[in-house]
């Protein structure tokens, strides 16, 4: 007997089911919040440098005058430096005694344009000229956290179990992130983001792994897609709440505080009932599989399960199946797997998030702009669960990567001034970059088996984050290399789409619990495939 038949006595597609996708669903609506939310609380607004204290003879290039919805800037205002004072008090850096032309840094500071932004950390802690990279950096190290809870989380969720993760993950998003909301220096932000991360990344683990280990597998591709499409709604959220909310401090909260609600809520969720039986703790599988039963209304289904029918499910001998990281490259089954894995969710991510952070390029309302790419992403995500229904998880995988690099590449030689050709290209390949971000949380969860699922699926995130970590990095060079970045995002996806081509198909098969069968069926694959090949050459040989 399989856990597909268990699952079945007790109920596969009942309250239960949609009950525990329901309490998933809000605090995937908040996911995107927290990847993106640099995009509207580290604006940074027009400035100039802000003028001498009266009676300084001072001399404010620019001459610009604060008003009330922002400022009046004078034509090419100098924005990182003024005119020197001839009897100025500050030191010089060149040592000139302030001969007429010569400029001086900002040693008052800087008037912002409040108009769009009331507050951002842009503005409150002076991120500009020489420090203008700082938010980049910010952001970067939020994507280390999210990479380092995926190397964290990922092995603790397989031996420590599903939910007691996903507790953990919870809170530390809603403490860490309403931390950095009540920072008072860069430093402070810097270090609760980086926590915030963390969090952010084990809760991701978990979420789509409880869900897929909960439902039939007829059932796998809708619910993940689902899933998806809360976190791709949550980009339109986003958009709204900054629009609504001006200040970064107060948006920052309203992102967090909402993770105290969803932790508590969480504490109904039951552990994974397939993952205890892997683990060898039949009883506890038992009383879940029976809990879940009677929230469905099967309670005859649930008595009819004995200890020993759990027990049998165990399969192997305790220690046989491991969760080391080992298990995911030791044999050369899950060798494929894992890189053509890992690569996928690198080239993914780079390009999804170099797009998706570099919302003023399109000259723009960026609120508009965030609103739009939510809005393709959602459409982009239907025909992939469509798609996926018909013609397999290897082939949407592998299509919509190549499309995606396609669309990018496509972009470099079309000219700057045609802005709509090119805002065109970027959100037909945003889209595919999203419709293959979905297919691979499925897939992945597919090709990996129980007992090393979430270390494999924690290996993926790592990749997946390292490259949301370099794509910053890529514009940031983009600046000196105006068509770097969309070499870079459009080459990798071509490339990682042809390694996904060597991937198994896991269209209606079912979820495999170990390394072992993994490999049983490689081996399996393989036999089928040099029958067939046999047999062709023996017609071939006879039509003489």
């Given amino acids: 007997m399989a856990f597909g038949d268990l699952l079945e006595k007790v109920g596969s597609a009942g309250p239960f089911q949609l009950l525990c996708v329901l309490l998933l669903t809000a605090p995937a609506l908040l996911i995107a919040s927290h990847n993106l939310v640099q995009n509207f609380s580290a604006a940074s607004p027009e400035h100039q440098c802000r003028p001498r204290p009266p009676g300084l003879n001072a001399s404010w290039v620019g001459n610009t005058t604060a008003a009330r919805g922002g400022l009046s800037l004078a034509p090419n205002p100098e924005r990182c430096?003024?005119?020197?004072?001839?009897?100025?008090?500050?030191?010089?850096?060149?040592?000139?005694?302030?001969?007429?032309?010569?400029?001086?840094?900002?040693?008052?500071?800087?008037?912002?344009?409040?108009?769009?932004?009331?507050?951002?950390?842009?503005?409150?802690?002076?991120?500009?000229?020489?420090?203008?990279?700082?938010?980049?950096?910010?952001?970067?190290?939020?994507?280390?956290?999210?990479?380092?809870?995926?190397?964290?989380?990922?092995?603790?969720?397989?031996?420590?179990?599903?939910?007691?993760?996903?507790?953990?993950?919870?809170?530390?998003?809603?403490?860490?992130?309403?931390?950095?909301?009540?920072?008072?220096?860069?430093?402070?932000?810097?270090?609760?983001?980086?926590?915030?991360?963390?969090?952010?990344?084990?809760?991701?683990?978990?979420?789509?792994?409880?869900?897929?280990?909960?439902?039939p597998t007829k059932s796998r591709a809708q619910v993940v897609t689902w899933l998806s499409y809360c976190s791709t709604a949550g980009q339109m959220v986003l958009a709204g709440l900054a629009y609504g909310i001006r200040d970064w401090r107060w948006l920052q909260l309203a992102i967090s505080?909402?993770?105290?609600?969803?932790?508590?809520?969480?504490?109904?969720?039951?552990?994974?009932?397939?993952?205890?039986?892997?683990?060898?703790?039949?009883?506890?599988?038992?009383?879940?599989?029976?809990?879940?039963?009677?929230?469905?209304?099967?309670?005859?289904?649930?008595?009819?399960?004995?200890?020993?029918?759990?027990?049998?499910?165990?399969?192997?001998?305790?220690?046989?199946?491991?969760?080391?990281?080992?298990?995911?490259?030791?044999?050369?089954?899950?060798?494929?797997?894992?890189?053509?894995?890992?690569?996928?969710?690198?080239?993914?991510?780079?390009?999804?998030?170099?797009?998706?952070?570099?919302?003023?390029?399109?000259?723009?309302?960026?609120?508009?702009?965030?609103?739009?790419?939510?809005?393709?992403?959602?459409?982009?995500?239907?025909?992939?669960?469509?798609?996926?229904?018909?013609?397999?998880?290897?082939?949407?995988?592998?299509?919509?990567?190549?499309?995606?690099?396609?669309?990018?590449?496509?972009?470099?030689?079309?000219?700057?001034?045609?802005?709509?050709?090119?805002?065109?290209?970027?959100?037909?390949?945003?889209?595919c970059l999203a419709a293959s971000s979905v297919c691979s949380y499925l897939y992945g969860g597919e090709l990996f088996p129980t007992a090393v699922r979430q270390t494999g699926t924690g290996f993926t995130t790592v990749m997946a984050r390292l490259g949301g970590m370099v794509a910053p990095v890529v514009l940031v060079a983009g600046q000196q290399f105006p068509f770097l970045p969309l070499m870079i995002f459009g080459v990798a996806p071509v490339i990682s789409g042809i390694a996904a081509c060597f991937l198994p198909e896991m269209h209606n098969v079912p979820l495999l619990d170990t390394i072992e069968e993994v490999e049983d069926r490689a081996r399996r694959k393989g036999k089928e495939a040099t029958a067939g090949e046999t047999v062709a050459h023996i017609v071939h040989s006879t039509r003489i």
């Avoid at 900002?106 to 938010?135: K, R």
């Avoid at 969720?269 to 993952?275: D, G, Q, T, V």
């Avoid at 894992?338 to 960026?366: E, K, Q, R």
């Fill in 81 to 215: 430096c003024r005119l020197a004072d001839t009897h100025g008090q500050h030191p010089r850096t060149n040592g000139s005694l302030g001969r007429a032309g010569e400029t001086e840094p900002c040693w008052d500071g800087w008037h912002y344009d409040h108009s769009t932004f009331s507050s951002t950390i842009v503005t409150e802690w002076d991120l500009v000229c020489d420090l203008g990279p700082l938010p980049a950096l910010a952001q970067t190290l939020f994507m280390a956290g999210v990479l380092l809870g995926a190397l964290l989380f990922g092995v603790f969720s397989d031996r420590f179990g599903r939910r007691v993760i996903l507790l953990c993950s919870l809170l530390l998003v809603a403490v860490m992130g309403t931390g950095a909301a009540l920072s008072s220096n860069f430093l402070t932000y810097c270090a609760f983001r980086l926590l915030s991360g963390i969090g952010l990344s084990g809760f991701l683990l978990n979420y789509i792994c409880l869900s897929l280990e909960w439902v």
């Fill in 257 to 431: 505080t909402p993770f105290f609600i969803f932790f508590l809520c969480a504490w109904w969720i039951p552990e994974s009932a397939r993952w205890l039986i892997v683990k060898h703790r039949p009883a506890m599988a038992l009383s879940n599989l029976q809990r879940v039963a009677r929230i469905n209304g099967n309670q005859l289904g649930g008595d009819s399960i004995s200890l020993e029918m759990v027990e049998k499910m165990g399969g192997s001998t305790p220690g046989k199946s491991t969760c080391s990281c080992l298990g995911l490259f030791h044999t050369p089954a899950m060798r494929r797997i894992s890189c053509c894995l890992m690569s996928v969710s690198f080239s993914t991510n780079l390009a999804y998030f170099g797009l998706s952070m570099d919302l003023p390029a399109f000259g723009l309302d960026i609120f508009l702009v965030q609103a739009f790419f939510g809005a393709i992403d959602i459409l982009a995500k239907m025909a992939c669960a469509l798609a996926l229904s018909y013609f397999g998880r290897r082939a949407i995988q592998a299509s919509s990567l190549i499309l995606a690099g396609v669309f990018l590449l496509g972009n470099i030689p079309v000219p700057r001034e045609m802005l709509m050709v090119r805002l065109a290209l970027v959100v037909l390949g945003k889209g």
